[in-house]
């Protein structure tokens, strides 16, 4: 089984210049549930590069 996962580019919300990204519970949660069933899983943002987590 193949999972792609597709994290969020964004690093500010909006434009109030607050800080935002992905909430890392809401992606180890379902990774490692997918990883131990035995998914190859593969992580992406929609610009690419290395996805902002959410302070």
């Known amino acids: 089984m193949n999972v792609l996962i597709v994290l969020t580019s964004h690093d500010e919300l909006g ?3 607050r800080k ?3 909430w890392l519970e809401e ?3 379902p990774y490692y549930r997918l990883k131990d ?3 190859t899983i593969t992580l992406a943002s929609p610009k690419g590069g290395r996805p902002p987590l959410d302070p």
Request: avoid cysteine; proline fraction near 0%.
């Open 27 to 29: 992606l180890a949660a």
């Open 37 to 39: 069933a035995g998914a």
């Open 15 to 17: 434009d109030t210049g």
């Open 20 to 22: 935002t990204g992905f």
